[in-house]
């Protein structure tokens, strides 16, 4: 027992239950096992990974169907807490525990959109389309009021008429490479969500 | 956290006190009732209303919203006035010895240097006596009449318990029987953990209530211990990890601050910073602070980043005032910003005074908005109804909003508020087009280097010169990421004792900060999390949980900032001799030849403790500091102020002193302070909060958490029901000087009325989680109400405190 995995136990479990069940029903446990299908999580892919709300950052598993072959594509139908974590030990609160319903929450963007000056509406655009204009709007306005100097002639480059607000819930390698391109602009207008 | 959510479990006392763990944490709240359950600690909460913290507590005890310092000070003045401090700590770990300027003074709330016109201290009497030699004077049998810990006792002696009934509305008794149980952690023996979230920092005086809550644990030595500590529950994910990477506006990464327009002179900025001792045989940890910022220079701008234009200096942008988010959004109501975006955030719902933010954005010329879902933020110009009432057709922003993947779709590292790097891993594709915000901000970079190169423009060096060492530079991968921010050897870096030796191959990890050069031969992208990637491997994906001594420290997962050190002091858990006042929650000790324990050591591995090197090794002083020198705007010393929307309009403590009313030094703009209101239009006090069931303003799009808790309320106490006739289920209005909202009324016995100095003052409990998009019913931003106004050092807004009033509809 000590060897056995997890996915191993859940199989084993699944089958037992529906086993002992149709049995009861008066089918022949030999025959009825060969047609029951194995518990769902047993064939499924099983990830680790953090709760994305508060910051007791409780471990999750995640369980997703698809085989990771070349052009299959993964779908999480299951999140749980992770009891081999140490801070939540398999434990989730009401947030966490309805995070498979964030991931595939109806309001989920999906393209890129945009609102023209005035309009009461979204158009969808592509992604170089978007890419393209916020590059060049920003590059307009840095060059029209990116500051070189003070009025004391003392150098400060610096960019302040265009500002960000940085995210809360992004990992560390985005919000590193955030930094590192919103500085090297010259930004100051920079916070991130520890603000509020 | 200067502890860690499972060293909770350790603790004899557990304050709560501006937080709701249980609601707001709920399975960091385990912890708690861990500790309850199998350390037989008591449990105390201090909070406005009667929360499911409170309803486990030992002892609850009712406060008015704001006034937390004088509750504190009052704990501080029966432990000095009761010799209740764990003496040796005071006297070896922190400045209590230490003898202040004959010139340092404090009258009637204001402290010496006052200027009323700039709303700002000239701080110079703000300091220690110096010597000739550069070393504070102190005088360790603290008879001195101005050592720091007799100007405490005398500042402290005014905050009674006469004087928190009066101000807090908090019975004497329960004030008392709270002070005699901290008091009993004053034991070498006894710690008390203290647990606090955004009901403290959310306040004209916040960083001074969390302040005096860590001088109550210096005196009473529970700072650096297992089961001890000041732990900030933090809000979201990975504002710890971006708070650590610097994403603000006057920071860079590893709390090193940009330069300002004065300081011109490289050598200059890394003289000020790299602070020398005060006392004699003081680590004084920043004296490395050049090694941090070479190594971040080298990170960002490679080669370009040269000796001789010194490391690229000048391609950082300098300071001439702070640029936080309510300044920028102050700007933008002016018209003075053209663009703007936003990342995984929603402003419009999280910042103060909702129709100031949709003047201000409506100012705009163009915004985007990166984020998973369909944010408030992002549709500020289209009609909702009441609850957004604008025209479109006015409204000349430009809106680009790029769809980006959620946690479950990348790979990466975030920073859980113990200060643990933990990786995850993706599990599934992300809907649609959707992207990770890695890849936008890579191709944003791309692009503009491209229009840089192909046309010219303003100083284009930073960008052209940005190192960009990525296989695929529209798409840096996380790994690539993570190893450059940990730090990597540019060459062989040879052992300085034995230059024949090779410490680090070139292109090798790094195994911690004290490998960092400053002559660039390392880079490091955030000097405090080097190590995380080393040179074994990826540690933030360690999954070993063992727990060799039982105490809950698990060195073998995940990684912890900094060098893997999961309390941080912990060098004050020992005596001076090295020897733990509490053998049996022993984090570290000297055993004749190092360092030794169930913790990285927070002090030099080999210092034998009759050095008389300090335990707080990162402070000039080499000990804690309950006189805080320059550092606070407001003081040395934390100091009751009223909340900028005051049910008094008096400070109770300095009643002859009108400057000192609210923090004398916050700064607040004009049409901000005109934006205020009075308990003569607005008598009750609002205080906004999280529910159990809700996430911000993220699970409204969840339909399992829309089902439990699908509508907008608002709690208000029986007492004030009766008063305006309202009963449970009844909808009423809420109204600040700067707008209202209509929600359902709770009516609660949880909420009471409190007496303060002689008046019924009603707290009013509005939860934060309702808008105009998703799938929850539609409600008011809760930040239609909220002042525009905030902490006086680090701006964050005064959600916490303000004054309203409910009607019935």
């Given at each position: 027992?000590?060897?056995?995995?997890?996915?191993?136990?859940?199989?084993?479990?699944?089958?037992?239950?529906?086993?002992?069940?149709?049995?009861?029903?008066?089918f022949?446990?030999?025959?009825?096992?060969?047609?029951?299908?194995?518990?769902?999580?047993s064939?499924?892919?099983e990830?680790?990974?953090?709760?994305?709300?508060?910051?007791?950052?409780?471990?999750?598993l995640?369980?997703?169907?698809?085989?990771?072959?070349?052009?299959?594509t993964?779908?999480i139908?299951?999140?749980?807490?992770?009891?081999?974590h140490?801070?939540n030990?398999?434990?989730?609160?009401?947030?966490?525990?309805?995070?498979?319903?964030?991931?595939?929450?109806?309001?989920?963007?999906?393209?890129?959109?945009?609102?023209?000056p005035?309009?009461?509406?979204?158009?969808?655009?592509?992604?170089?389309?978007?890419?393209?204009?916020v590059?060049?709007?920003?590059?307009?306005?840095?060059?029209?009021?990116?500051?070189?100097?003070?009025?004391?002639?003392?150098?400060?480059?610096?960019?302040?008429?265009?500002?960000?607000?940085?995210?809360?819930?992004?990992?560390?390698?985005?919000g590193?490479?955030t930094?590192k391109?919103?500085r090297?602009?010259?930004?100051?207008?920079f916070?991130?969500q520890?603000?509020? | 956290?200067?502890?860690?959510?499972?060293?909770?479990?350790?603790?004899?006392?557990?304050?709560?006190?501006?937080?709701?763990?249980?609601?707001?944490?709920?399975?960091?709240?385990?912890?708690v009732?861990?500790?309850?359950?199998?350390n037989?600690?008591?449990?105390?909460?201090?909070?406005p209303?009667?929360?499911?913290?409170?309803?486990?507590?030992?002892?609850y005890?009712?406060?008015?919203?704001?006034?937390?310092?004088?509750?504190?000070?009052?704990?501080?003045?029966?432990?000095?006035?009761?010799?209740?401090?764990?003496?040796?700590?005071?006297?070896n770990y922190?400045?209590?010895?230490?003898?202040v300027?004959?010139?340092?003074?404090?009258?009637?709330?204001?402290?010496?240097?006052?200027n009323?016109?700039?709303?700002?201290?000239?701080?110079?009497?703000?300091?220690?006596?110096i010597?000739a030699?550069?070393?504070?004077?102190?005088?360790?049998t603290?008879?001195?009449?101005?050592?720091?810990?007799?100007?405490?006792?005398?500042?402290?002696?005014?905050?009674?318990?006469?004087?928190?009934?009066?101000?807090?509305?908090t019975?004497?008794?329960?004030?008392?029987?709270?002070?005699?149980?901290?008091?009993?952690?004053?034991?070498?023996?006894?710690?008390?953990?203290?647990?606090?979230?955004?009901?403290?920092?959310?306040?004209?005086?916040?960083?001074q209530?969390?302040?005096?809550?860590?001088?109550v644990?210096?005196l009473?030595?529970?700072?650096?211990?297992?089961?001890?500590?000041?732990n900030?529950?933090?809000?979201?994910?990975?504002?710890?990890?971006l708070?650590?990477?610097?994403?603000?506006?006057?920071?860079?990464?590893?709390?090193?601050?940009?330069?300002?327009?004065?300081?011109?002179?490289?050598?200059?900025?890394?003289?000020?910073r790299?602070?020398k001792?005060?006392?004699?045989?003081?680590m004084?940890?920043?004296?490395?602070?050049?090694?941090?910022?070479?190594?971040l220079q080298?990170?960002?701008?490679?080669?370009?980043?040269?000796?001789?234009?010194?490391w690229g200096?000048?391609?950082?942008?300098?300071?001439?005032?702070?640029?936080?988010?309510l300044?920028?959004?102050?700007?933008?109501?002016?018209?003075?910003?053209?663009?703007?975006?936003?990342?995984?955030?929603?402003p419009?719902?999280?910042?103060?005074?909702?129709?100031?933010?949709?003047?201000?954005?409506s100012?705009?010329?163009?915004l985007?908005?990166?984020?998973?879902?369909?944010?408030e933020?992002?549709?500020?110009w289209r009609?909702?109804?009441?609850?957004?009432?604008v025209?479109?057709?006015?409204?000349?922003t430009?809106?680009?909003?790029l769809?980006?993947s959620?946690?479950?779709?990348?790979?990466?590292?975030?920073?859980?508020?113990g200060?643990?790097?933990?990786w995850?891993?993706?599990?599934?594709?992300?809907?649609?087009?959707?992207?990770?915000?890695?890849?936008?901000?890579?191709?944003?970079?791309?692009r503009?280097r491209?229009l840089?190169?192909?046309?010219?423009?303003?100083?284009?060096?930073?960008?052209?010169?940005?190192?960009?060492?990525?296989i695929?530079?529209?798409?840096?991968?996380?790994?690539?990421?993570?190893?450059?921010?940990?730090?990597?050897?540019l060459?062989?870096?040879?052992?300085?004792?034995?230059?024949?030796?090779?410490?680090?191959?070139?292109?090798?990890?790094?195994?911690g900060?004290?490998?960092?050069?400053?002559?660039?031969t390392?880079?490091?992208?955030?000097?405090?999390?080097?190590?995380?990637?080393?040179?074994?491997?990826?540690?933030m994906?360690?999954?070993?949980n063992?727990d060799?001594?039982?105490?809950?420290?698990?060195?073998?997962?995940?990684?912890?900032?900094?060098?893997?050190r999961?309390?941080?002091?912990?060098?004050?858990?020992c005596?001076?001799n090295?020897k733990?006042?509490?053998?049996?929650?022993?984090l570290?000790?000297?055993?004749?030849?190092?360092?030794?324990?169930?913790?990285?050591?927070?002090?030099k591995?080999?210092?034998?403790?009759?050095?008389?090197?300090?335990?707080?090794?990162m402070?000039?002083?080499?000990?804690?500091?309950?006189?805080?020198?320059?550092?606070?705007?407001?003081?040395?010393?934390?100091?009751?102020?009223?909340?900028?929307?005051?049910?008094?309009?008096?400070n109770?403590?300095?009643?002859?002193?009108?400057r000192?009313?609210?923090?004398?030094?916050?700064?607040?703009?004009?049409?901000?302070?005109?934006?205020?209101?009075?308990?003569?239009?607005?008598?009750?006090?609002?205080?906004?909060?999280?529910?159990?069931?809700?996430?911000?303003?993220?699970?409204?799009h969840?339909?399992?958490n829309?089902?439990?808790?699908?509508?907008?309320?608002?709690?208000?106490?029986?007492?004030?029901?009766?008063?305006?006739?309202?009963a449970?289920?009844?909808?009423?209005?809420?109204?600040?000087n700067r707008?209202?909202?209509?929600?359902?009324?709770?009516?609660?016995?949880?909420?009471?009325?409190?007496?303060?100095?002689?008046?019924?003052?009603?707290?009013v409990?509005?939860?934060?989680?309702?808008?105009?998009?998703?799938?929850?019913?539609?409600?008011?931003?809760?930040?239609?109400?909220?002042?525009?106004?905030?902490?006086?050092?680090?701006?964050?807004?005064e959600?916490?405190?303000?004054?309203?009033?409910?009607?019935?509809?």
């Amino acid at each position: 027992m000590s060897d056995m995995t997890r996915r191993q136990f859940l199989a084993i479990t699944g089958s037992t239950l529906a086993g002992s069940s149709l049995a009861l029903l008066g089918f022949s446990p030999g025959q009825a096992l060969a047609e029951v299908r194995q518990f769902k999580l047993s064939r499924a892919t099983e990830t680790r990974n953090t709760c994305p709300y508060c910051s007791v950052s409780c471990g999750l598993l995640m369980y997703s169907l698809g085989d990771k072959a070349k052009n299959a594509t993964q779908s999480i139908f299951h999140i749980e807490g992770d009891p081999d974590h140490p801070v939540n030990r398999g434990t989730l609160c009401p947030k966490g525990a309805g995070l498979i319903d964030f991931v595939h929450s109806p309001n989920r963007l999906k393209y890129p959109e945009y609102r023209a000056p005035g309009s009461d509406r979204w158009q969808r655009i592509s992604w170089d389309e978007a890419m393209e204009r916020v590059a060049r709007l920003m590059k307009q306005d840095r060059d029209a009021n990116f500051i070189a100097k003070n009025a004391d002639g003392q150098t400060v480059n610096r960019w302040l008429t265009t500002g960000m607000l940085a995210a809360s819930a992004s990992s560390n390698e985005a919000g590193y490479i955030t930094h590192k391109v919103i500085r090297s602009l010259g930004v100051l207008a920079f916070d991130n969500q520890a603000r509020v | 956290m200067t502890n860690h959510w499972v060293d909770i479990k350790n603790a004899d006392l557990v304050l709560i006190m501006g937080g709701n763990a249980a609601e707001a944490h709920p399975c960091g709240f385990k912890w708690v009732t861990e500790a309850k359950a199998h350390n037989k600690a008591r449990l105390i909460v201090v909070d406005p209303r009667f929360t499911r913290s409170a309803s486990v507590a030992d002892v609850y005890a009712p406060i008015r919203a704001g006034t937390d310092i004088a509750f504190l000070g009052g704990v501080i003045s029966y432990l000095l006035a009761n010799d209740k401090i764990q003496r040796d700590y005071v006297i070896n770990y922190t400045d209590a010895s230490f003898i202040v300027r004959e010139d340092f003074a404090f009258n009637e709330g204001l402290y010496s240097g006052y200027n009323a016109e700039k709303r700002a201290y000239d701080k110079t009497s703000w300091e220690y006596e110096i010597g000739a030699d550069g070393f504070a004077h102190t005088d360790p049998t603290l008879a001195h009449p101005r050592c720091v810990i007799n100007l405490m006792k005398q500042h402290y002696s005014r905050y009674t318990p006469e004087m928190v009934e009066r101000v807090c509305g908090t019975p004497k008794e329960k004030f008392q029987q709270i002070c005699q149980m901290i008091s009993s952690t004053s034991t070498t023996t006894r710690a008390m953990t203290i647990m606090y979230a955004l009901g403290w920092t959310q306040h004209s005086v916040g960083s001074q209530m969390i302040r005096c809550a860590a001088m109550v644990q210096l005196l009473l030595g529970n700072i650096g211990v297992s089961g001890g500590g000041m732990n900030a529950l933090r809000g979201h994910s990975n504002i710890q990890g971006l708070t650590d990477l610097g994403l603000l506006s006057n920071s860079l990464p590893g709390y090193i601050t940009l330069p300002f327009d004065r300081e011109q002179d490289y050598e200059k900025y890394v003289a000020v910073r790299s602070q020398k001792p005060l006392r004699p045989n003081q680590m004084s940890y920043w004296q490395n602070f050049q090694k941090f910022f070479v190594s971040l220079q080298k990170a960002w701008w490679g080669d370009a980043a040269t000796a001789e234009n010194h490391w690229g200096f000048d391609y950082l942008p300098k300071i001439d005032k702070l640029y936080d988010m309510l300044q920028v959004f102050d700007l933008m109501d002016q018209g003075k910003m053209n663009g703007y975006l936003a990342q995984g955030f929603n402003p419009l719902a999280a910042a103060p005074n909702k129709a100031k933010m949709t003047a201000a954005l409506s100012k705009l010329k163009y915004l985007v908005v990166m984020d998973p879902l369909v944010t408030e933020t992002s549709e500020f110009w289209r009609n909702f109804g009441v609850h957004h009432d604008v025209d479109s057709s006015k409204i000349q922003t430009e809106v680009i909003r790029l769809p980006v993947s959620c946690f479950a779709e990348e790979d990466g590292a975030l920073v859980n508020s113990g200060r643990w790097l933990q990786w995850h891993w993706k599990g599934a594709e992300p809907p649609g087009e959707a992207r990770t915000d890695i890849e936008i901000m890579a191709e944003l970079y791309t692009r503009l280097r491209k229009l840089y190169q192909l046309e010219g423009g303003a100083y284009p060096d930073p960008i052209l010169n940005l190192s960009w060492r990525y296989i695929h530079p529209n798409k840096p991968t996380p790994e690539e990421l993570a190893k450059e921010y940990c730090g990597q050897a540019l060459t062989d870096l040879l052992d300085p004792k034995d230059p024949t030796k090779v410490l680090r191959k070139r292109g090798e990890q790094l195994a911690g900060f004290g490998e960092l050069r400053d002559d660039g031969t390392t880079l490091s992208g955030c000097w405090i999390f080097c190590g995380a990637w080393g040179p074994n491997g990826n540690l933030m994906a360690r999954r070993d949980n063992a727990d060799p001594t039982g105490i809950g420290q698990t060195l073998n997962w995940a990684w912890s900032w900094p060098a893997n050190r999961r309390v941080l002091y912990n060098r004050a858990s020992c005596d001076t001799n090295g020897k733990p006042f509490n053998p049996e929650r022993m984090l570290v000790a000297w055993n004749g030849k190092q360092w030794i324990g169930s913790d990285t050591p927070d002090y030099k591995v080999d210092d034998d403790p009759s050095l008389g090197v300090g335990p707080f090794i990162m402070n000039q002083e080499g000990v804690a500091r309950f006189f805080a020198r320059g550092n606070m705007v407001e003081g040395p010393f934390p100091e009751h102020y009223e909340p900028f929307e005051s049910p008094l309009g008096y400070n109770p403590l300095s009643r002859n002193e009108p400057r000192a009313v609210s923090n004398p030094a916050a700064r607040i703009f004009k049409a901000d302070r005109d934006a205020l209101g009075s308990a003569a239009q607005f008598p009750h006090v609002a205080t906004t909060y999280r529910l159990t069931e809700h996430f911000h303003y993220w699970t409204k799009h969840v339909r399992l958490n829309a089902i439990t808790q699908p509508e907008q309320f608002v709690e208000i106490g029986t007492a004030l029901a009766d008063q305006i006739g309202v009963a449970a289920g009844d909808r009423v209005r809420v109204s600040s000087n700067r707008g209202h909202i209509e929600a359902v009324a709770v009516v609660t016995k949880r909420i009471r009325a409190l007496n303060i100095d002689g008046k019924t003052v009603h707290t009013v409990g509005i939860p934060i989680h309702w808008g105009f998009t998703g799938l929850a019913r539609p409600g008011y931003i809760a930040n239609t109400l909220t002042p525009f106004v905030g902490d006086g050092n680090s701006q964050t807004p005064e959600f916490k405190a303000f004054l309203v009033k409910v009607e019935k509809v």
